[in-house]
């Protein structure tokens, strides 16, 4: 019994740095959104309006990052197809103006690695949970809340939810 409480003791140091990482792979998409906003509206032709968006939906494990057309107010006309793999492809981007498409794929690059880390973070989370299930620990509410799917990020003037000025935290609940 010694050697389970020694196991579930060490799962839970894991899950604390899942749990940190997690965090952090959050973090680092709300600021490359905010950034990719701030390009949007420094490197935009004048009187155009951009229309591709960025949604982040926080999960237990990291975080799920979508482009989609806006339609206003924190509302997606169409959430861009990403296919198979962690990477939009650039024909994903291709019926949008050419200075937006172009801002898209710089961003895109980093958003895939943050795909990346999420998915691997996850592996890592149902893991995790099978040490404990196998330590003989009550796992459903871990289970629980894998199915927890938050919006990150506050709505905005345009419409994609970019901006984090109306909000001190980066969660909001589900819309």
């Keep these: 019994m010694q050697e389970s409480t020694a196991i ?3 799962a839970k140091q894991v899950r604390e740095a899942i749990n940190q990482a997690r965090q952090d792979i959050i973090e680092k998409a709300v600021a490359l959104r905010v950034e990719y906003y ?3 509206y420094r490197r935009k032709e004048d009187g155009d309006r951009g229309y591709l968006g960025i949604r982040l939906r926080e999960r237990v494990t990291g975080v799920t ?3 989609g057309r806006g339609q206003g107010k924190g509302r997606y006309a169409k959430i ?4 198979k793999g962690s990477k939009y492809p650039a ?3 291709k019926s949008f103006r050419p200075w937006e498409r172009a801002i898209a794929l710089e961003y895109e690059e980093q958003f895939a690695v943050l795909r990346q880390l999420a998915d691997a ?3 890592m989370h149902r893991a995790n949970i099978d040490v404990f299930r196998l330590a003989g620990m009550d796992v459903s509410d871990l289970e629980a809340l894998e199915s927890k799917d938050t919006e990150v990020g506050g709505d905005d003037q345009d419409g994609f939810g970019g901006g984090l000025a109306n909000s001190g935290s980066h969660e909001t609940t589900e819309v």
């Design 8 to 10: 579930i003791e060490a």
């Design 91 to 93: 024909s994903a981007f």
């Design 65 to 67: 990052i979508e482009w």
């Design 80 to 83: 861009l197809k990403k296919g």
């Design 38 to 40: 701030g390009e949007i």
């Design 121 to 123: 973070l996850l592996r």
